[in-house]
């Protein structure tokens, strides 16, 4: 398939979905979720694919966060549609029957690091770092950050990397149950393969099934609602208007606390 902003490449059952803007250190446009949004219905469709790896273009970056400069102009209404819009996306990802693998090359923050957190298993180069930085801008994660990080580190690791907005090393995000493994940046995309093709052995009816009992762990889909309508209130704030403006302006945010 041909996509702006991703590479959809299948070969031997597995499919390898890379968010192709290097130098936008691969952030999350609108246009990168419309076309994950079309790449997993591909996904879902072709019967010769097997299992899913996604990662990053080039050693930098897996995803290093959202599009900053498309929230400039966006309120309340707008904000939690914003949310609602990524949350629906990541569901897909998260509920897809086939084995999905985050291999994460380099800076996976903010929705970078959703993304990955969405994903079944996470592998990642040692060079990694993972964080949700949105408070250094005024807002909170809103794809779901909130909730699966407090699920798969615990919470209270996850109040700590949201309220601090400190990155982490692959080594601690291993550490905290964040990712599975750690492997060289050479060595991270057959690794990723390597679990897969032992995935594929299993019956994917099984393997289908396992996915959607797992998930049924994930608490009640409130948590990811609230979490929507927070993220909306922040941006009518004035600290998420500073925090933008001084982000985009590459200085230092002064926020009125308003």
């Known amino acids: 398939m ?91 990802i998260e509920d897809c029957p086939k084995p999905v693998i985050a291999a994460v090359n380099g800076f996976a923050l903010g929705g970078g690091c959703e993304l990955a957190m969405c994903c079944h298993l996470r592998m990642a180069s040692d060079n990694a770092k993972f964080g949700q930085p949105e408070v250094n801008l005024g807002l909170i994660p809103g794809y779901g950050g909130t909730q699966r990080l407090s699920l798969l580190a615990g919470k209270g690791k996850a109040m700590e990397m949201i309220l601090t907005g400190n990155l982490i090393s692959a080594d601690e995000a291993k550490n905290y149950g964040l990712v599975n493994h750690v492997t060289t940046t050479d060595e991270l995309l057959n690794k990723a393969k390597e679990i897969l093709q032992l995935i594929m052995t299993k019956s994917p009816v099984a393997v289908g099934k396992a996915i959607k009992a797992v998930n049924t762990f994930d608490h009640t889909r409130a948590g990811f609602m609230e979490e929507a309508r927070l993220f909306g209130e922040v941006f009518k704030s004035e600290d998420k208007k500073e925090g933008t403006n001084a982000f985009l302006e590459k200085r230092k945010p002064s926020f009125p606390g308003k």
């Open 2 to 92: 041909n996509f702006s902003t991703l590479l959809f490449e299948v070969e031997n059952g597995i499919c390898t979905i890379t968010i192709n803007r290097p130098d936008k250190l691969n952030a999350l446009n609108k246009t990168v979720f419309d076309e994950l949004d079309k790449a997993f219905d591909e996904v879902y469709a072709q019967s010769e694919i097997k299992g899913v790896i996604i990662t990053g273009q080039g050693n930098k970056a897996f995803v290093a966060g959202a599009d900053i400069s498309e929230f400039m102009e966006v309120g309340e209404d707008k904000g939690s549609q914003l949310a609602e819009r990524g949350q629906h996306i990541f569901f897909k």
